[in-house]
């Protein structure tokens, strides 16, 4: 079965730090990816996504993720936090293939200090 | 272009009593997704839809969850008794077809089991 995880519920950046959410999946073969972000009392918005193709991908907001296959890893990163980054982040993992099925890992909550 | 709509956006009951809550998919997306949503979780699929049939509710709760999704449009889900553990919020989703990769969410509805 495919999981992921994400280390650190709660990450803390100054505005115009540098912004790294950790992901790991467990599979065997390598999966789909994707980063959500989550603001209040609103649903989640797909930020970025791996299909198999550049293993870089660049999504809305600035942010961009890795896929690296050697680690298992998937790390969500932002080069300098805007306070509007504060949000709830989630990393999903979706087996290759017909298995539509998205998991999703515990979230991390990002708040950004001005 | 409208997002996913859903209703109420929170609902406060007493346990045992019944709770039902309604998603309008976008226009044209023929795959509806109900997730639940535990308090520092991650979303979980609850069941899932291809137009108007459930393809897929192995994690849907049967004895007091029950769901529908009548012409392949709007979808209710449906708690009866409710229980203090299903306070949670209950996310809606879809997207245009099972092999899409991307889920578009609706706001969810909060529900809280006095």
């Known amino acids: 079965a495919q999981s992921v995880t994400q280390l650190g519920s709660h990450v803390s950046v100054s505005e115009g730090a540098l912004v790294l959410l950790r992901c790991n999946y467990s599979s065997s073969v390598p999966p789909y990816l994707f980063w959500y972000v989550q603001y209040p009392n609103q649903g989640l918005q797909l930020l970025l996504k791996y299909t198999s193709a550049a293993t870089l991908v660049k999504g809305i907001n600035g942010f961009e993720a890795e896929f690296k296959k050697s680690e298992t890893s998937f790390h969500l990163t932002k080069p300098s936090a805007h306070m509007s980054d504060a949000a709830e982040y989630f990393c999903a993992v979706r087996p290759a293939g017909d298995d539509y099925k998205l998991s999703f890992g515990a979230g991390t909550t990002v708040t950004v200090r001005a | 272009e409208a997002g996913v709509v859903q209703s109420p956006r929170y609902k406060i009951i007493e346990k045992k009593q019944p709770v039902a809550f309604w998603c309008n998919p976008i226009?044209?997306?023929?795959?509806l997704y109900w997730y639940r949503q535990n308090l520092g979780q991650g979303p979980e699929l609850l069941i899932r839809y291809e137009n108007e049939e459930a393809v897929d509710d192995s994690q849907l709760p049967k004895d007091r969850f029950s769901a529908e999704r009548l012409k392949g449009v709007d979808s209710t889900l449906k708690i009866q008794p409710a229980e203090l553990g299903d306070s949670a919020v209950y996310l809606c989703a879809s997207s245009l077809a099972r092999g899409s990769y991307e889920q578009y969410f609706g706001p969810g509805t909060r529900l809280t089991v006095t």
């Open positions: 226009s044209g997306h023929n795959t």
